[in-house]
């Protein structure tokens, strides 16, 4: 049976799972989930991911939802130093700045992105009250990171971490936006993201992800 990856590459969630499983070298199948048929609230992937989201993953008998769940899973298994957790105290960083990614870095970005995204996709107008309200708080967080990137060159220490690579699909797409000068006001968030973004694993998954012409 193997690794299966239910869900679709245009997502955000999605890519952080295809990155961990590229950054441990694991053969896996990416199985599509079409969201105009209504599959992510059929019987069968309700049985994979009861919220009828995505991703949804399966390992020969195990069935996983949420994505950083399963990236964890997935560095665990491959034994990926990723999550450094041969050290506790460089552990406890990388799960505090996953958190971080989760609680405050990844709704901003998302909202920014899906108004201007997602939302003419679907011929929805874009709410640019919403979109300048989530960029103001977006460079609050990034003040944050600057000051922690002053004194590391990845979030959790000098080594690159999950923690670094969780914030890859939602910056990805923020990037592609007529909103990405934002990070040049916050020159080490930017080498960091620089930093990121040279990694193959990124570098491949970033390939088939949704492309938008600015």
């Given at each position: 049976?193997?690794?299966?990856?239910?869900?679709?590459?245009?997502?955000?969630?999605?890519?952080?799972?295809?990155?961990?499983?590229?950054?441990?070298?694991?053969?896996?199948?990416?199985?599509?989930?079409?969201?105009?048929?209504?599959?992510?609230?059929?019987?069968?992937?309700?049985a994979?991911?009861?919220?009828?989201?995505?991703?949804?993953?399966?390992?020969?008998?195990?069935?996983?939802f949420?994505?950083?769940?399963?990236?964890?899973?997935?560095?665990?298994?491959?034994?990926?130093?990723?999550?450094?957790?041969?050290?506790?105290?460089?552990?406890?960083?990388?799960?505090?700045?996953?958190?971080?990614?989760?609680?405050?870095?990844?709704?901003?970005?998302?909202?920014?992105?899906?108004?201007?995204?997602?939302?003419?996709?679907?011929?929805?107008?874009?709410?640019?009250?919403?979109?300048?309200?989530n960029?103001?708080?977006?460079?609050?967080?990034?003040?944050?990171?600057?000051?922690?990137?002053?004194?590391?060159?990845?979030?959790?220490g000098?080594?690159?971490?999950?923690?670094?690579?969780?914030?890859f699909?939602?910056?990805?797409?923020?990037?592609?936006?007529?909103?990405?000068?934002v990070?040049?006001?916050?020159?080490?968030?930017?080498?960091?993201?620089?930093?990121?973004?040279?990694r193959?694993?990124?570098?491949?998954?970033?390939?088939?992800?949704?492309?938008?012409?600015?």
């Amino acid at each position: 049976m193997g690794v299966k990856v239910y869900g679709s590459t245009k997502s955000t969630n999605v890519p952080r799972v295809l990155v961990c499983l590229e950054e441990v070298g694991a053969e896996y199948e990416m199985v599509p989930v079409d969201y105009d048929t209504g599959e992510l609230k059929s019987p069968a992937h309700l049985a994979r991911n009861p919220f009828g989201q995505i991703p949804a993953f399966q390992d020969d008998d195990l069935v996983l939802f949420e994505s950083r769940a399963i990236s964890r899973y997935i560095l665990r298994k491959y034994k990926s130093d990723l999550l450094r957790e041969d050290n506790l105290k460089e552990a406890a960083l990388v799960n505090v700045w996953v958190d971080v990614e989760y609680g405050q870095y990844n709704g901003l970005a998302g909202a920014i992105t899906y108004n201007v995204i997602v939302k003419p996709m679907l011929g929805q107008a874009i709410d640019q009250q919403v979109v300048d309200a989530n960029l103001e708080k977006l460079k609050k967080v990034l003040e944050v990171y600057e000051a922690r990137l002053l004194q590391c060159k990845y979030l959790a220490g000098d080594f690159i971490s999950f923690a670094d690579l969780s914030h890859f699909p939602s910056t990805y797409y923020l990037m592609s936006t007529q909103y990405k000068s934002v990070l040049d006001s916050y020159p080490h968030v930017k080498a960091w993201w620089e930093a990121i973004m040279a990694r193959p694993s990124v570098k491949k998954i970033a390939e088939i992800m949704y492309k938008r012409e600015l």
